[in-house]
């Protein structure tokens, strides 16, 4: 079955660009669409990106969406971090059975 | 601005059913070619895709959970329910529900999600 993969928490400083990764396995990101969510405690996930770098209206274009076929990962790029930008983010695809979720990588902004 | 808002018992004992309702709080449920989903979330692990419904009330399920699930749609209340059948320990979760906005192509997105709500299975 096809899975996806995540780090399990990155860090960064406010202002600076921080890039979080979504691995493939037992199948090619690039072949399906890819969305990454935000999630704050509390809340519901949001969309940052859809389609693999789409920004929905209202998302910053600090968030920023690409796709490696060489390392078979999708990216989230958030730049001039702010401290609001703490969150989990999760990345999500499918296959043809089945939604797939990246197990969600905690960004901590300090 | 469609919002969506999940509700039932906090807790369930073990080998008993899992009842949950999602309501779309503004908006209509019939409005588009949506499918509607339930997402769940166990602590400290991945999120994990339940199934989802037609406005038609066809339904799709994970595989790994189909012989326990059972999700259905009411338009006249504009809501959508979840039934997880012989529920363990396992199914301790935080359950969302969503609005899937291309199941239809097979090119799941899923937005907005509700705030979800935790379900504890425990004597």
């Known amino acids: 079955n096809f899975m996806l993969t995540q780090p399990h928490s990155v860090s960064e400083s406010p202002g600076k660009t921080v890039t979080i990764s979504c691995t493939g396995i037992?199948?090619?990101?690039?072949?399906?669409?890819v969305q990454w969510y935000q999630k704050r405690p509390g809340s519901g996930p949001t969309t940052v990106i859809y389609?693999?770098?789409?920004?929905p209206s209202g998302v910053p274009d600090r968030f920023s969406g690409s796709i490696d076929r060489s390392s078979n990962s999708a990216s989230l790029s958030i730049s001039g971090l702010k401290t609001e930008d703490e969150a989990d983010y999760f990345c999500?695809?499918?296959?043809?059975?089945?939604?797939?979720f990246g197990g969600g990588t905690k960004l901590t902004v300090l | 601005q469609v919002q969506l808002q999940e509700s039932g018992p906090g807790l369930v004992k073990p080998s008993q059913t899992l009842s949950l309702t999602c309501t779309v709080t503004?908006?209509?449920?019939?409005?588009?070619?949506?499918?509607w989903s339930w997402i769940r979330q166990p602590a400290g692990k991945a999120l994990e895709w339940i199934g989802h419904?037609?406005?038609?009330?066809?339904?799709k399920y994970n595989p790994s959970l189909e012989s326990r699930v059972a999700i259905s749609i009411d338009t006249s209340k504009n809501q959508f329910s979840l039934k997880l059948f012989s529920v363990t320990a396992a199914d301790t979760a935080v359950y969302f529900c969503?609005?899937?906005?291309?199941?239809?192509?097979?090119?799941?997105?899923?937005?907005?999600w509700g705030q979800g709500t935790l379900v504890t299975v425990s004597s």
């Open positions: 037992n199948g090619n990101v690039a072949d399906n669409y």
């Open positions: 389609d693999d770098y789409q920004r």
């Open positions: 969503a609005r899937d906005r291309r199941a239809a192509a097979g090119m799941s997105w899923f937005d907005p």
């Open positions: 503004t908006g209509s449920i019939t409005s588009g070619d949506y499918h």
């Open positions: 419904v037609y406005t038609s009330g066809s339904t």
């Open positions: 999500q695809s499918y296959e043809s059975n089945n939604v797939v």
